[in-house]
């Protein structure tokens, strides 16, 4: 964990900082708001293109579609089409741990 910590941490990421790993593990192994908020800064960290998709004109701010999540994610290889329990965070825990450290 500490690993994918300080990969977060190198790139910024406002979510892992000042923070112990026990709420790192919770924020990205398990279901919810937060876990979603990771994904879409990850994702617009990697790409700010992608913000057209994820956000919209016309979308509410903080409105965040999970099945454009889970379009981006398997086009980046990172999980399959129809693999939205593991773009939710209810996948098996082998699974989360390869989609994250992928």
């Known amino acids: 964990m500490s690993n ?16 112990d790993e026990s709420w790192i593990r919770d924020l990205l192994f398990k ?21 057209d998709i994820l956000d919209p ?3 509410r701010r903080g409105d965040i579609p999970t099945k454009r999540l889970l379009a981006i ?12 329990d593991l773009v939710l965070g209810k996948g098996l825990p082998a699974r989360e741990q390869m989609f994250w450290n992928d």
């Open 57 to 59: 004109p016309g979308m």
């Open 73 to 84: 994610a398997s086009s980046f290889g990172l999980c399959d089409e129809n693999d939205i």
């Open 31 to 51: 279901p919810g708001e937060s876990r979603t908020r990771m994904l879409h800064w990850l994702f617009l960290r990697f790409d700010e293109r992608l913000k």
């Open 4 to 19: 994918l910590k300080a990969r977060l941490q190198a790139l910024g990421c406002p979510y892992v900082q000042d923070v």
